[in-house]
Every structure is written in C-alpha cells, then in structure tokens.
C-alpha cells in the first residue's frame, strides 16, 4: 500500500489526514494547538502505511464476479448445453436474499427443455421409420437433406467464428453424390464421389483470393469427410436386404446409449470424464451407456437380424457406447474451439441438425463394419 492510498502524513504540503487544507481547522486553531512530539506523528505514520485497507463489500453484487476459494474471479455462467446451470439467488430491492440458506440441496435441473426435445424426437423418428419401411429409397433423400444442413451449419459457424471461407457448394453437392453413390454403386462409389468432391473444392477456392487458400481448403476436405462421407456408411447399411433392420439398430443403439449416459450422469454422476472438453459428461454416465446399449443391441439383433446372435448384440452395443461418446466429445471440441453453444438452432431442445449427428457420424463406419463381420455385407 502506498501513501497515495491513504494520504501523505502531516507536514509534507499535501492533503493529509484530515482532508485538503481548504477543509481542516481554521489557521487560528491551529496556532493555538500545541505541535504533537515528533516521534507520536513518526509512529502514527507508520500506522497509516501499514495498515490493511478495509474490504468493503457490493451490497448489491454482480452476476459475473464469481470467485473460487482463492479469491479470484471468474466468468460465470454456462457458456455450452453440457455445463451444469448456476440457479441465481434471489435478489430483493435492497441486494441478494440471503435468508435462505446455503446448504440447503437444490432440485437438479435437466439443463435443456425436455418437452421441446421429446417433441422433435418423436417427429423425427416417426418421419424415419416410415420412410425406412414404406420405401426405403426416400430414406437416402432424407440422409441427403440432413447431410446439406449440416454443412450449411459447420460452414457457417467456421465462416462466423474463425473466418475460415469453406466452399459450401461444391461441398452440398459432392456430398449428395457421396450418399447416392454409396448407396447405389457401394463403398468404391462412395470413395470416387469422395475424392471428387475434395477435388472440386480445391478448384472452387481458387476463384478468391490466394490469402488462406490452404486454410480454407483444408477445412474444405475436413468437412466432406466429417459429415457426408461418414454419413455414406448409413447407406452402405441401407443397400444391404435386410438394409432398413440394421439402420434401425443402429439408430437405436445410438440413442439408447445417449439416453443412458444421460440418464444415469443426471441421477447418480460424479466423476468427470472430460471437465476440459466436456463438463457435464460423466464415467457414471458411460457406465449407464454401455450397460443400455448392450442390453438394447443384445435384443435387437437376436430378433431383427437373420442369424444374428445375442452375444453380436453385446459386442455391437459396446462398440456404439464407446463410439457415440467419442463423436460427442469430438464435437464438443470442435464447439469450444469456436465458442459456441450449440450448430444451430434449428431442432428445438436439440440445437443444430450437427448437434444430433455428432455421435451418429463416426458410429456409422462402426457398425456397418461389425454387421459386414457378423453376417456379411448383405
């Protein structure tokens, strides 16, 4: 603490202790009061600089100074769907109310709007189960119309947050031919639209300028393999003769092992299974996943797929609790890279189309593989 905190001590010309000159006592009090000892001024100087200055608390607050047992603050509040809501306390005209007590448990919040989520679910699935079992060739429109979606929302957040300039329409393009090719002309079709459209990207970047030409190109080819070409192996499974069962399997495991995980965490989680990458994630809930989607995948498979066995079904849930968890948390990379809460908003209580396919995508080339292991390609 210096002494311009507290200001000078007496004598040096400055304001002192009782304020600037101009309001201390009159000059004829002054000469009638006796000068104090020299050393009585020195030690209360000393006392002046030494003290510590008094803490004087915000009667009324703040929302943003969150402080951690170190005194230091923090932003708060949940910048992405997994982090874990702080309920505001309650405030009164004259500050926070505080007559509440502090230890008292709080009700957990499910942190999204569930009504809204089981809404868009249930119209979502009833839209795939009829076009995979009515006619099953309208269900690869249906993948190619979340495939241009959900490039339009990557680009886009690239585009807003990075400034990265990703060449949407070759890329919306090329990944229709990517889903079509695979599911007509199987996976060597796939692979030809895929280098196709990495090609046609390369080509369509050099219309701009050169500056980040590699930046955006790169992201470019990032972005056809990350959605389109993963996507590709839902068609591969589609293409198969008992096609719609394994595309209903594996869309039910993927979701079984998400409502596990989400369950389970919610009720009982306690250890974090990635804090940096995603808070709300916890090695309860992925117990809770792996244990729904085996037992879902054992059942499954033992009634859906001819010479399927229930122990295929134990294995295949396995690998999609591990792999729906994986591609979640690649996503949750990706969103906390950019600063983002959600891909979009287009799904209410779900967020962007991306936000639904992040554990669908890499669970794909998974599971078609395991079907090709187990019965063959179909």
Do not use: C
């Not at 608390?57 to 100074?65: E, K, S």
């Not at 990265?164 to 990517?178: D, F, H, Q, R």
């Not at 995980?261 to 990635?274: D, E, I, N, P």
């Amino acid at each position: 603490m210096n002494e311009s905190s507290w200001g000078a001590p007496p004598g040096t010309g400055s304001a002192g202790p009782w304020g600037p000159p101009d309001q201390g006592p009159s000059s004829a009090l002054r000469e009638e009061v006796a000068p104090a000892p020299a050393g009585l001024v020195r030690d209360w100087a000393d006392t002046a600089q030494t003290r510590p200055m008094p803490i004087v608390p915000d009667a009324g607050g703040h929302q943003d100074d969150d402080r951690d047992d170190r005194g230091a603050a923090r932003l708060s509040g949940p910048l992405f769907r997994d982090d874990q809501p702080q309920e505001p306390m309650p405030s009164t005209p004259h500050g926070p109310d505080r007559s509440q007590d502090p230890g008292k448990p709080r009700k957990k919040s499910a942190g999204r709007n569930l009504r809204a989520a089981i809404g868009v679910g249930v119209g979502l699935g009833a839209v795939i189960l009829l076009t995979l079992f009515v006619y099953k060739h309208l269900f690869v429109g249906v993948m190619a119309v979340a495939v241009v979606v959900g490039l339009w929302e990557l680009t886009s957040r690239l585009s807003e947050r990075k400034d990265i300039k990703v060449p949407l329409v070759p890329l919306a393009v090329g990944g229709v031919a990517m889903v079509v090719a695979g599911y007509v002309r199987g996976a060597e079709g796939a692979w030809v639209a895929m280098a196709l459209t990495a090609l046609a990207v390369l080509v369509w970047r050099m219309t701009d300028a050169p500056e980040n030409y590699l930046r955006d190109v790169t992201a470019g080819v990032f972005a056809a393999f990350y959605v389109p070409f993963l996507a590709t192996f839902v068609a591969l499974m589609l293409a198969a003769h008992d096609g719609p069962q394994r595309v209903l399997i594996f869309l039910l495991l993927t979701v079984v092992s998400d409502t596990g995980a989400y369950a389970v965490g919610w009720r009982f989680g306690k250890h974090k299974l990635a804090p940096r990458i995603s808070p709300g994630k916890t090695r309860e809930g992925l117990v809770g996943a792996v244990l729904f989607a085996m037992v879902a995948g054992a059942v499954a498979v033992q009634l859906l797929i001819d010479g399927g066995a229930w122990w295929q079904g134990l294995v295949l849930g396995l690998a999609v609790a591990v792999s729906a968890t994986l591609g979640d948390l690649g996503e949750s990379m990706i969103k906390r890279d950019l600063g983002i809460k959600d891909m979009g908003t287009l799904l209410p209580g779900h967020g962007g189309i991306m936000d639904r396919l992040d554990s669908l995508l890499p669970t794909a080339p998974v599971v078609w593989l395991l079907f090709v292991v187990f019965v063959g390609s179909g």
